[in-house]
């Protein structure tokens, strides 16, 4: 008879109503008394927000596929040089938020910018006699996001491509197809499944992005939540706004699933890749490396470099004791975090392996619901029950005449730390996951029959055996953490930033250079996870 492990069981499942609990508030909140400030929303802006959101969305995903697709296919078909340089640099955009490129393209290409001052001085022109495209602008925000999203396409497809069957490829040699025919009639089909995914991970991130949105005067629903919340105080319209985003997401992950129901995809791994791949000659390698390195420079390379003169020149200024002390903010809230995260990922990742049960199972992906919520949306989801149990807590006192202890929790970093762990406990559960799949069952079994219970079974069999998972995944959560910024905005206490913040905060005032060394620190951060994917992609292949 099988053992029952209540104690893991009731930890575990504790963890996921606290963790599942935001979402459900959101919801809640949303279907009660009938506000007049959203019904004043919905007859005025909202269809407007509504539609910015889409065809924002819609602009990214295509630009991504236009960004992501090729560059894929030439690491993956096509012999280049500097390509082992190549393949991991394409993923580094990746590492830059968004709004800050959108603050260093802006300070570019606006009419005080040194593109067209440059350009003045080139041709003599004068203000109204030349055109040139205002980057502010939904268009402007699409490529801006486009640029930083776009490794999403590159990593999944590239993959995809580096699995095809060997024998499709030389089949379409045989035929006498182009590398062009190839790619079109051949590995663009097969690499379908990764297409969807990786646009669905595109979405989810444009819908929930406000630091760039906001800076390029883009109204979208993010914004409406925002705008909601901080503008006119009303919880329950920024609750109905952000169901109304879940809904969105919700059929957007849907429709990409359903898209995708009837495909099955039996194949071998393209393990003879050195042989079968095109050697490009002439033009088309010039063509090939121009596009890659263009990529790289325009999304990476040039905006880092700016960051990085503005932070040399304004050093000075920049490193004070404000800077120092929301470093130290974000170093704890992220800590903290990460290690609250790697705990909740041990402990229903553990009681799954011990049951292997529906329960157990449902447990394990409803804890990692909160990623695909965006931190304005989360943040909503968090103030409601933390804003409940403050009023109870304060009750409770005032009847017991022990006096008013306040804002326990939302006037202070734990309200944040919650949104964080809720956020990103997908990303340490994935982590934790792998590892303790890789270990056999035997183990357990041996471990039983030298009466080991289940926690000792977890101190000295599992955990020195998943470590590394365990520490990849807490780094992950701290890193995604420190760069968090809907969420942040939203739930800081008063006088508490973070780096995230810090950086919003002075590039809002048109002060990037006061902002170009926290934002260096924040994209140095980023580039630790980027460094391990690539590792583990060339470890598999």
């Known amino acids: 008879m099988k053992d029952k492990h209540y104690l893991w069981q009731a930890s575990s499942g504790v963890l996921t109503l606290l963790l599942v609990l935001p979402i459900v508030a959101i919801f809640y909140t949303s279907v009660g008394d009938t506000d007049e400030l959203f019904a004043h929303l919905m007859s005025t802006v909202m269809p407007t927000y509504a539609y910015n959101t889409i065809l924002l969305t819609l602009g990214v995903m295509v630009l991504a596929l236009l ?102 490829l030389q089949s379409a040699r045989l035929l006498k197809c182009s590398p062009w025919q190839s790619f079109r009639r051949v590995s663009l089909p097969l690499v379908r499944p990764a297409i969807a995914v990786s646009l669905s991970l595109v979405a989810m991130e444009t819908i929930g992005d406000f630091g760039t949105v906001s800076y390029f005067a883009v109204n979208t629903l993010t914004t409406a939540v925002y705008d909601t919340w901080l503008g006119y105080s009303s919880l329950s319209a920024a609750a109905k706004i952000s169901a109304m985003m879940l809904v969105l997401i919700v059929i957007l992950l849907s429709s990409e699933r359903y898209s995708r129901r009837k495909q099955k995809l039996f194949q071998s791994e393209f393990t003879s890749r050195e042989d079968f791949r095109y050697t490009l000659k002439g033009w088309k390698k010039w063509c090939a490396l121009i596009w890659c390195w263009g990529l790289i420079a325009v999304a990476f390379i040039f905006p880092l470099g700016q960051l990085m003169v503005f932070a040399w020149h304004y050093f000075a200024q920049s490193w004070t004791e404000e800077f120092r002390q929301f470093a130290l903010n974000s170093l704890y809230v992220s800590l903290a975090a990460a290690v609250v995260s790697v705990m909740v990922a041990l402990t229903v990742n553990f009681y799954h392996r011990l049951e292997s049960n529906k329960r157990s199972l449902s447990f394990l992906r409803l804890s990692s619901l909160g990623y695909a919520v965006p931190g304005t949306v989360l943040a909503i989801g968090i103030m409601v029950p933390v804003l409940s149990l403050d009023h109870a807590i304060n009750d409770v006192a005032k009847w017991m005449d022990w006096g008013r202890p306040g804002l326990i929790f939302s006037g202070t970093m734990l309200a944040l730390i919650f949104a964080m762990v809720v956020r990103f406990s997908a990303v340490a559960i994935g ?55 809907n969420a942040s905005l939203l739930l800081r206490p008063f006088n508490f930033e973070t780096l995230a913040t810090y950086v919003y905060n002075f590039a809002s005032d048109e002060q990037l250079e006061l902002a170009a ?15 391990l994917v690539n590792r583990s992609l060339e470890q598999t292949h």
């Open 431 to 485: 982590s934790v996951e792998s590892s303790l799949s890789k270990l056999s069952p035997s183990l357990d079994m041996a471990s039983r029959t030298m009466g080991c219970t289940p926690n000792q079974m977890l101190r000295r069999v599992h955990l020195p055996l998943i470590k590394r998972g365990a520490l990849i995944a807490g780094l992950l959560v701290f890193i995604e953490s420190m760069k968090e910024l």
């Open 517 to 531: 060394l926290p934002a260096v620190l924040l994209v140095l951060v980023g580039l630790v996870p980027l460094v």
């Open 67 to 168: 960004f992501g697709i090729p560059s894929a296919w030439f690491m993956a078909m096509c012999r280049l040089p500097g390509e082992r340089f190549l393949q991991w640099a394409l993923v580094l955009p990746l590492a830059m938020p968004g709004y800050i490129v959108g603050y260093i393209f802006t300070d570019w290409f606006d009419f005080a910018g040194p593109i067209q001052v440059m350009l003045r001085d080139i041709t003599g022109w004068q203000a109204k006699e030349y055109w040139f495209p205002d980057i502010r602008t939904l268009t402007g925000a699409a490529i801006v996001l486009a640029l930083v999203l776009y490794p999403y396409v590159y990593l999944l497809c590239r993959a995809a491509f580096m699995e095809q069957n060997v024998s499709l």
